[in-house]
């Protein structure tokens, strides 16, 4: 099992922004980690490779001063593979933990930190299934799960003063009025990651 911990958008059902909104994610029966630290912007084909153990892994996580790691579509997504296929050969990690199981599904993540001495990581998991829990250990259902993020990015589209000093993002003008006059549609990201658990 190999368990990330993410601060997440969220608002709870009663409208309130929850005072800590990281969870854990579980990730259950995992084939492969691979991971990709470099000293430079994720575009610059020619920085330096640092080469990781898996014990460092996480070292050089936290080493990124609490910078995020990003995501957005990024369950299962093809685009993600033709990346990883273009890195895979010069990893800084590459593990393969099992031969024919645990391939199930791939998250994609990754952090840039901007500095004089910038660096980015990449991080790819192959693994058959997860489960989510909060901080404090208790089981939070994908439904849950998602119904949190739907309110939490509504509310930062919506312009929620709480949302923006909690997580530093602000909707700009446009997207605020495409929220406004344009549906969610049920055939985004949420649902896509909903069917894939099913």
Known sequence: MVTIILETIAVNEDGTVPND????????NVGRI???LKLGEWNDENAEIIKLTPEK????????????????????????????????SKASLDIKLQEK??????????????SENCKTIDLKIWF??????????ESISLQEFIDRGIRGWNA?????????????????????????????????????FK???N
């Open 195 to 197: 069917s894939l658990f």
């Open 156 to 192: 930062i589209y919506d312009g929620n003063n709480n949302m923006t000093e909690k997580h530093g993002i602000v909707a700009l003008a446009e997207e605020k009025k495409l929220r406004t006059t344009i549906p969610i549609r049920n055939t985004g990201f949420w649902d896509k």
């Open 57 to 88: 892994l996480s070292e050089q996580i936290f080493k990124f001063n609490g910078d995020s790691m990003y995501g957005w579509e990024f369950i299962n997504v093809d685009k993600y593979d033709e990346d990883f296929e273009k890195w895979e």
């Open 101 to 114: 199981n645990g391939y199930l599904n791939t998250i994609d993540i990754f952090s840039e930190h901007f």
């Open 34 to 36: 691979a991971s990709l």
């Open 128 to 137: 058959d299934y997860l489960e989510i829990r909060t901080i404090q250990n």
């Open 21 to 28: 909104s990281r969870l854990k994610f579980d990730f259950k």
